[in-house]
């Protein structure tokens, strides 16, 4: 009866460790946010073990069926499309919910596209603060306005179709002069690391349109 938490590869599936491999392996069920993209990993490392789908859509539905899949006594692996668990991703539910029940719970070190990116970006990072996505509407400006007084390093997420967007009202808030450090496809082949100031980055992405999920590291005040 135990709940491991996997990160996966963010990219480049060379990347898995020795570790997860064996765990995916051993384990009765793992939860996977998307089958058919985790079938793939499965399959290149000859996992054969068991899925279900378990995601932001659903995981308020079967919480209640894995809980007492996990008081038959089975081990239960949880991963997610590209890194961690948790981390903007499904998992705090599942992981909250079995700690309550007294499930034993393990989270295995491995990948986290932030930290590849604020490493890569040459900014500060003795401290940091990890924003994940910004609100889509309802208190975005409101978080904005906050993150503008950071003294800390900020960490965001953003998908490519926000990016100019997203560069636009950072810059409203902040002023075009602050150091950004822009990282995408991560891992990849394709993997590409802007380094300047928030002006001219957005000069920079409006001539050549981002593909890929996308890392800001800004830096503080």
Do not use: W
């Not at 239960?76 to 719970?105: H, N, Q, W, Y």
């Amino acid at each position: 009866m135990k709940l491991f938490v996997v990160p996966t590869p963010i990219g480049n599936l060379d990347d898995i460790t020795l570790r997860a491999i064996s765990v995916l392996k051993n384990v009765d069920l793992i939860l996977a946010e998307d089958t058919r993209t985790s079938s793939k990993l499965l399959k290149r490392f000859e996992i054969n073990t068991p899925m279900q789908s378990y995601h932001m859509h659903n995981e308020h539905k079967v919480l209640n069926g894995i809980i007492n899949k996990f008081k038959s006594g089975l081990t239960i692996a949880m991963i997610c499309d590209a890194g961690t668990p948790s981390i903007s991703d499904p998992g705090f539910l599942l992981i909250r919910e079995s700690i309550k029940e007294g499930i034993s719970v393990e989270c295995l070190p491995g990948a986290t596209a932030f930290v590849p990116a604020i490493v890569n970006s040459g900014l500060p990072s003795d401290r940091f603060v990890f924003e994940g996505f910004l609100p889509p509407k309802k208190g975005r400006q409101t978080r904005l306005k906050l993150l503008s007084q950071e003294t800390r390093t900020i960490i965001l997420y953003i998908s490519p179709h926000k990016l100019i967007r997203t560069l636009e009202q950072i810059i409203t808030y902040f002023g075009g002069k602050r150091c950004i450090s822009v990282s995408r496809e991560l891992t990849k082949i394709f993997e590409e690391t802007f380094r300047g100031t928030l002006e001219s980055a957005l000069i920079y992405f409006k001539e050549n349109p981002p593909r890929g999920e996308i890392v800001l590291v800004i830096s503080g005040v």
